[in-house]
């Protein structure tokens, strides 16, 4: 059943609004003073522990013993590694080693 064009329209406006005010949440409540040791604490070590479950869990089901031995996630991996300690952004070494890793695979 497909959703009417109007409900589509008042659902991505309400998203819309409701993500730029989880994004404004933080700015307005800190705008005036620190944040407590906590929040600097999980802005700090969250994102690092994220990526440690990520890579566990996308390395997790490799088999080196049939072709393609694991090749393109370990030559995905390693530009994404690469391309994060040369450019130090994120978004392109994800991007990056995630259009690497779809060539190999599709190739």
Known sequence: MALP?????????IAALVIFATRLFPFALFSKREPPTILRFIE???PPMIMA????????????ATRPFGLPQLIALLVTVVSYL????SMVSIFGGTIVF???QNS
């Open 5 to 13: 064009l109007n409900n589509a329209l008042i659902a991505t406006l």
């Open 44 to 46: 700090k070590y969250i």
């Open 53 to 64: 479950i990520l890579l566990i869990y996308c390395l997790k089901d490799l088999d080196f």
């Open 86 to 89: 040369w450019k130090g952004n």
């Open 102 to 104: 779809m060539l190999l």
